[in-house]
């Protein structure tokens, strides 16, 4: 970069010495902020970025149009240094930087730091500073579970109650403590063996033959649903028999307790687990089809489904990216995406698909939330209840965080679709999305429609008033266009003065009432003033076609067609100014539907 003839002249030492500066290094202009002078280390660090020779310092650190609000580079200010930071976007890159500003021989000095590498090592150090905080914070919660029921088995048996009996050798019941009065078949009992509900000894009784030769045996019992550990011994102050009833129940449940609770532990490690190779694979794979896929194959299991699908927003209104299904038809999973689709759907006046179009009668839906708060997504699942709550959301919320920056990424990469002067998209952005209606109409039946726009006396205008008048109306036209269409339209520019737009889940009625509204409401009485205050009208020509009355490669031709014949009608009435160019023939249609505007 040159310096301009309004800024200040370096001497060849003070030229040299900014030159042989290590760090990089960019001189700004105090008069209109430009980036006047920069060193090697500059260019080798923003490499393209400083391609353009009206670049300014707030344009190429903050992308802004406008100096910052609190800019230190105020002309005869001599502020103290302070270091500031910024991201530059580049070569499909981001650039993440610090810089320092102050006053150096005539410029603002802005001396910049590379900070890529920290912030890099920041972000994964705060990843794994929370993947780590996150198993801690499992690992903690199954350990109090763990000590805080094998806790409550020590007191429970330590508490428990036990039924003492002293029976003679014929098995009748001569004394009993109170720990048996309370047993539910107390009341009845007359021998031992109607204790535990029966009416005979039981035929494994140690005690058949007499307690004599009885050491001492234990049995088990179930009564009633309830658990029961039998002591059988031979008395020692008298003939007969003493038997100890220890009621084992609680202890029995809490043991299963503890082997489900042990269940549940090595599932939530299966889970840590899970998440952590999801999260290994986020980072891994460019591709987001495949990364849903991934998900689902390894989540359905973890809360036992056999069956779901998982419908990924674009980032253009009324459109998928893509979706991924187990246990699902073709059939089904186009009636589900056409009901996703739907107008309700898709500007949020339902958060849900209706019933009627899923294709199980139970099933779970999921809006997949962005790190926003808005919807990326659905995930919809068969047969699911509310126990897996918990593990839903542990997958889930990383799942939506996932796309949503994918859709980021994907959002960034669209501006190189824009037209330049305008602002709206171009021609070729124009056919990909095209294509894209086009295979779902191929697939859901979902028909759309094209609209072609062209400004009248275009040329009339640059030659009165300059081409700087034409782009005023072509501006202005784009601006009309673009405010007229819904979410999911795209207006593109894809000539001088002509525009294409596509109209999305319409038909030719639909298009057709686009265009009257359009220019009876919106372009009608348009007045567009030029740099020398001359107000010039703007007019413009309009056709449409729909995929319902013709095949979806005829309708740009067939609506291009029928805008010239709305040219021709304006050009009669101004016959100096008329086109040359002839009216295209006729698109074949796709059925016998008539159409008129």
């Known amino acids: 970069m040159q310096e301009s003839a309004t800024n200040p002249q370096l001497t060849p030492a003070s030229a040299q010495l900014f030159a042989s500066l290590p760090a990089p290094a960019l001189l700004i202009s105090p008069v209109d902020h430009r980036i006047a002078i920069c060193n090697k280390a500059a260019v080798a660090l923003l490499g393209s970025a400083l391609d353009n020779p009206q670049l300014t310092c707030h344009t190429l650190l903050h992308q802004s149009d406008s100096p910052c609000d609190d800019c230190a580079m105020q002309p005869g200010i001599d502020s103290a240094p302070d270091i500031r930071s910024a991201t530059i976007l580049h070569d499909d890159n981001s650039n993440f930087l610090k810089y320092q500003c102050a006053w150096w021989e005539g410029y603002h000095l802005l001396t910049l730091y590379d900070v890529n590498r920290e912030i890099k090592l920041l972000r994964a150090i705060d990843l794994a500073n929370k993947e780590q905080q996150a198993k801690l914070v499992m690992q903690d919660r199954r350990q109090r579970e763990v000590l805080a029921t094998l806790g409550h088995l020590e007191q429970m048996i330590d508490h428990i109650p036990e039924a003492v009996l002293s029976v003679d050798e014929s098995f009748f019941i001569l004394k009993q403590n109170k720990a048996a009065d309370a047993f539910p078949t107390s009341a009845k009992a007359q021998r031992c063996f109607h204790l535990v509900g029966r009416t005979a000894p039981c035929a494994d009784c140690p005690a058949q033959e007499g307690f004599g030769a009885v050491t001492e045996h234990i049995k088990s019992h179930t009564v009633g649903g309830f658990y029961f ?236 008033y300059g081409h700087e008048a034409g782009d005023s109306l072509i501006v202005t036209a784009s601006a009309l266009l673009s405010q007229a269409v819904r979410n999911g339209d795209v207006v593109a520019r894809t000539g001088g003065d002509e525009f294409l737009i596509l109209l999305t889940n319409t038909g030719s009625d639909g298009a057709a009432a686009f265009i009257r509204r359009l220019a009876d409401t919106m372009i009608q009485g348009t007045l567009v003033t030029f740099a020398d205050g001359v107000k010039f009208p703007l007019e413009i020509s309009l056709g449409c076609a729909g995929t319902d009355e013709f095949a979806p490669e005829e309708i740009i031709k067939e609506a291009d067609r029928r805008m010239y014949i709305e040219k021709e009608k304006y050009y009669q009435q101004y016959p100096d100014r008329r086109r040359t160019k002839p009216i295209p023939p006729p698109a074949d249609k796709g059925n016998d539907k008539k159409f008129s505007l």
């Open 229 to 464: 550990t039998e002591t059988i011994s031979k008395s020692p102050t008298e003939d007969g028999g003493l038997l100890l009833f220890r009621d084992t129940t609680r202890q029995i449940r809490l043991v299963e307790q503890i082997r489900e609770q042990q269940e549940n532990i090595t599932r939530q490690n299966e889970i840590l687990s899970g998440l952590a190779s999801f999260g290994t694979y986020i980072q891994q794979e460019t591709s987001l089809s495949n990364v849903v896929d991934f998900f689902l194959r390894l989540f359905l299991p973890v809360i036992h489904a056999d069956a779901g699908v998982i419908v990924v927003n674009d980032i253009r209104p009324g459109n998928i990216l893509c979706h991924v299904q187990q246990g699902i038809g073709e059939a089904e999973i186009t009636a589900l995406i056409r009901a996703y689709l739907s107008r309700d759907m898709q500007t949020d006046r339902l958060n849900a698909i209706p019933q009627e179009a899923m294709p199980w009668p139970q099933c779970r839906q999921i809006s997949l939330l962005g790190t926003d708060g808005g919807r990326v997504g659905l995930l919809a699942l068969k047969d699911v209840d509310g126990e897996h709550e918990e593990n839903i959301k542990l997958f889930t919320e990383p799942l939506g965080a996932c796309i949503h920056n994918r859709l980021l990424t994907m959002k960034l990469e669209e501006k190189a679709n824009t037209d330049p002067l305008t602002g709206i998209y171009n021609r070729g952005y124009f056919h990909r999305v095209l294509e894209m209606e086009q295979e779902k109409f191929k697939k859901l039946h979902l028909h759309h429609a094209v609209v072609v726009a062209d400004i009248n006396r275009l040329k009339h205008a640059n030659d009165l």
